[in-house]
């Protein structure tokens, strides 16, 4: 009769709010690269919804796909971290602003809001803050 003895440890705990950080900067990067790319037609009412330029929009989806290769690359580039991830959380800032300046409906606020919360979480990580 063969035994098979499990470890003590099957999933290690992470040892500082580095991991953490690390798993918000992929969604954060995920989310935009999905919104700006495969939902770009959702990107572009929305914008006409604002009364933004084209020239602004496409500005701004190319800061966001430029933030979010930064904070993947800060995964091993940690000095990378703290500039995207705050201009990212300014962008979610003024994403805020043209929800409410149209009147948008609290579901239309979420995503941007979590992603605002998420840079934020991963600039105080960065500023060993947290």
């Known amino acids: 009769m063969d035994v098979f003895v499990l470890p003590e440890k099957i999933v290690t705990k992470p040892k500082n709010m580095t991991t953490y950080s690390i798993i ?3 969604i954060v990067a995920l989310s935009i690269i999905y919104v700006w790319v495969f939902r770009f037609d959702n990107i ?16 701004v989806g190319a800061a966001k796909i430029a933030l979010s290769t930064l904070l993947v690359a800060g995964i091993w580039y940690p000095s990378l971290i703290l500039v995207p991830a705050l201009l990212m959380a300014f962008l979610m800032i003024a994403a805020q602003y043209f929800h409410f300046k149209t009147g948008n409906p609290w579901q239309k606020h979420i995503p941007s809001l979590l992603l605002l919360i998420l840079c934020l979480f991963i600039a105080a990580v960065s500023l060993k803050l947290v």
């Open 24 to 26: 918000a900067q992929i």
């Open 44 to 59: 572009v009412t929305e914008f006409k919804q604002y009364g933004l330029s084209n020239l602004i929009r496409s500005f």
